[in-house]
């Protein structure tokens, strides 16, 4: 088994983190992941409505304005002046909140119908408070009817009449109008027609962004920020983090850099809640502004007792992120959520361990109390919260098996609403903790083959992954994955590639076309391997039988182990030599005698353990059995054959059922028979016709399927080259179906008798 693998996905949950898998809390995913920003006490953040009046109403949809009949008086032009002056406080006091709200709208389409009539009329804050109402209607895509084709002009002209009048917006309705907005549509133009038309309109086309309102809002706001208060500098940073846009200026600044520069002048002023928004917001469209984090570090130490669960949840999520390093900002963090730990919600409980497990911050208190609080609610836990709260633990090597066997029961309660991330990442957690779940493990494969098509290239191979790391064999899954892997192949990284060969080899689960078409991505890309994906990919093609040898797979892996060299370690360095000796393809410029690669051997020798010094045995034994010329010591050379001869073997309930039958057929078999001069032990060593004959009993470990394991056919072709022995295999399959056992033996050891000069191995 090549140990290498499992030990290149233990940081392998860490980037999923910075790429796709275990989401870190998303404002258009969990719409309660981030506090929305309390509003001050400005009358530009109130909202203010629009009167309700139906399509067909023949009244004119005018703002309230009084009439008064008036008597002549001395001084008529006064008393004139006088009531024109109310007429128009009549007018502005109906945009601000004094006549039926916006609230009385409850479908979208009489708010927009509504709004279209008098857009001419709408001043900066009725339009900040339609926006608001037409996100709160289109909260729900299902219980609206947008989707209709008439009420897109009348949204095109509102969005037309919002941009007229960009100029004419205070700071806290330009921030009210984002934030609306962004809650409006989700990251990317997938979902219903509405949603891509109202991202078009809102972010622009991707073709020329700088169609959306959302830069021309922001051409207004960076001129404004000196002006914004921190609460409007924390919302409008929120809005656009939301749908993941991060204005660009001609100057080569962008609008979070401008806003990091004024939070900083005003940092002492935030609150708690405006300080963790803020550093999510950056987090969360990664812009990494490091003196804004120090400062926000050194300003929060000093006031997190003010910070509630959701403010400390926020704040260790944005840090960890940003690759921000602050070990004593965590660790008041830590004694902070302790001490608050019964005021912790699922989502704070799932985004502080998954905080901390990213920044590599391992606090057993926090831990400890995070599973207890984990486990008493449970039951309130969604679908990712549950992964990421598993993958935190298995990251932080917390393991704790009441948390996880809690989690696990849960999580097959609610795995109709897990999508495929959670999916992935939920039984990656399992296996790299090392916690056994068969159950969890059959009802995720259920699942994930019914949605394996939205499966990404990192879930498929992290769930490949997981389940061979965890011996939870499901050909049905795997087979479906691998067809599911061929259509994106071209999108899979690196990683991606050596994970999931990795694990169909260690399953012995062979796929002709996987394998064939994953070597000719690694010939095409091979510079994009790490010394490490390198030895899991020679390993996992030496391991399984998947057809005849790739020779261009290994002549090209020569270049790539060769340029390596420097970087490798020794258990890289023998996983090399196993599978060489395994395909059995000489490359003599890796392994001539005055190589870089035989030159790290011998100076690597003490770092060997027992493992790699039988592989390098192996190996030793093919180079033999080639002729060639070694630069070894003699000493080290015995040092791999004890390493070898110093395993025990192990005999099967099998094994010993085929011995008793060799017996009864009157021959005096020699059990577990050790080779002197290769070091291999034979199940058996019987004599036939004054001749030796090796009996190898071959139980279902030793293939795949019915095809040999690379070591079962590298020991068959040593031991037939080294020690001339010719052995007979007794395969299980065959075995099983003979109905006279005997007769059987009988068979295949006249079989050997018969004399086969190319010393095939006899099955």
């Given amino acids: 088994m090549n140990r290498h693998a499992a030990s290149d996905n233990k940081h392998n949950y860490r980037r999923i983190t910075n790429e796709i898998e275990p989401s870190p809390p998303q404002a258009h995913m969990k719409r309660k992941m981030i506090s929305t920003p309390s509003q001050t006490p400005d009358n530009a953040l109130d909202e203010t409505y629009l009167r309700a009046v139906s399509k067909d109403d023949s009244t004119h949809f005018e703002p309230p304005m009084k009439i008064h009949r008036f008597e002549e008086r001395d001084d008529e032009a006064a008393t004139i002046a006088f009531h024109v002056k109310e007429a128009r406080d009549s007018r502005r006091n109906w945009y601000n909140n004094r006549s039926p709200t916006m609230k009385s709208y409850k479908t979208i389409e009489r708010l927009i119908l509504g709004a279209f009539e008098n857009r001419a009329e709408l001043v900066s804050s009725s339009l900040a408070a339609f926006w608001t109402r037409a996100a709160c209607l289109l909260e729900d895509e299902n219980k609206t009817s947008l989707h209709t084709m008439h009420l897109q002009t009348e949204l095109y002209h509102l969005f037309n009449r919002t941009k007229d009048t960009l100029e004419e917006f205070g700071s806290n309705n330009l921030s009210q109008t984002l934030t609306a907005m962004a809650k409006m549509v989700k990251r990317g133009r997938k979902g219903s027609h509405y949603q891509m038309m109202l991202y078009d309109l809102i972010v622009g086309n991707g073709v020329d962004s700088k169609d959306g309102i959302f830069l021309k809002i922001s051409d207004v706001a960076v001129h404004r920020l000196e002006r914004y208060d921190p609460q409007a500098l924390s919302t409008t940073a929120i809005a656009y983090a939301r749908i993941g846009v991060v204005p660009k200026f001609s100057d080569g600044s962008n ?334 410029f890796l392994f001539s005698t005055k190589s870089h690669f035989i030159h790290a051997i011998v100076s690597r020798q003490n770092e060997f353990n027992l493992e790699a010094l039988c592989q390098i045995h192996q190996w030793i034994l093919w180079r033999k059995e080639l002729k060639a010329d070694l630069s070894l010591s003699s000493s080290f050379q015995q040092l791999c054959y004890e390493a070898y001869i110093a395993r025990e073997p192990s005999p099967s309930a099998f094994q010993d059922y085929v011995m008793t039958e060799l017996k009864a057929i009157g021959l005096e078999p020699k059990e577990e028979y050790r080779l002197p001069d290769c070091g291999y032990v034979l199940d058996a060593l019987v004599e036939v016709h004054g001749e030796n004959v090796g009996i190898e009993v071959d139980g279902p470990c030793h293939f795949a399927g019915q095809a040999p394991l690379g070591k079962m056919t590298l020991k068959r072709r040593q031991v037939l080259k080294i020690e001339q022995v010719r052995v007979v295999s007794v395969p299980y399959w065959e075995w099983d179906e003979s109905a006279d056992k005997q007769e059987y033996l009988r068979f295949k050891l006249d079989m050997a008798d018969v004399g086969l000069d190319d010393c095939r191995w006899i099955l």
């Fill in 255 to 588: 609008l979070f850099h401008s806003i990091a520069k004024q939070a900083m002048k005003r940092m002492q002023q935030f609150n708690a809640q405006g300080i963790s928004t803020l550093v999510w917001a950056f987090a969360t469209v990664k812009v990494s502004d490091r003196h804004l984090f120090k400062m926000v570090a050194e300003v929060a130490m000093v006031t997190l007792g003010h910070f509630n669960p959701q403010n400390l949840s926020n704040t260790a999520w944005a840090f960890a992120k940003a690759n921000h390093r602050s070990p004593e900002l965590f660790k008041l963090i830590a004694n902070a959520s302790v001490r608050h730990m019964s005021e912790y919600n699922s989502q704070n409980v799932a985004n502080t361990l998954w905080a901390f497990a990213h920044a590599g911050e391992y606090n057993k208190n926090l831990f400890e109390a995070s599973a207890k609080r984990a486990i008493f609610i449970i039951s309130e836990f969604k679908p990712q919260e549950l992964a990421n709260t598993a993958c935190a633990f298995a990251s932080a090597k917390a393991s704790n098996h009441t948390l996880f066997n809690t989690i696990g029961e849960e999580a097959i309660k609610k795995l109709g609403s897990f999508i495929p991330q959670n999916l992935s990442n939920i039984v990656w957690a399992y296996a790299t903790a090392g916690v056994a779940h068969p159950r969890l493990f059959d009802k995720v494969a259920e699942e994930a083959m019914l949605c394996l098509s939205e499966f990404v290239p990192q879930e498929l191979a992290n769930a490949a992954w997981a389940y061979a790391t965890a011996k939870e064999v499901e050909p049905k899954l795997f087979h479906m994955i691998a067809e599911e892997a061929l259509t994106k192949l071209e999108n899979f990284e690196a990683q991606h590639l050596s994970n999931i060969v990795w694990a169909f080899a260690t399953l012995k689960l062979p796929h002709k076309r996987l394998f064939e078409s994953v070597a000719h991505a690694v010939v095409v890309r091979s510079k994009e391997f790490s010394p490490q994906q390198i030895s899991n990919l020679i390993w996992s093609y030496a391991y399984i039988p998947v057809g005849s040898v790739n020779t261009l797979l290994y002549s090209q892996l020569e270049s790539m182990v060769i340029e390596s060299i420097e970087d490798c370690d020794s258990q890289f360095l023998a996983n090399i030599c196993w599978s060489y000796a395994v395909a059995n393809v000489d490359v003599p």
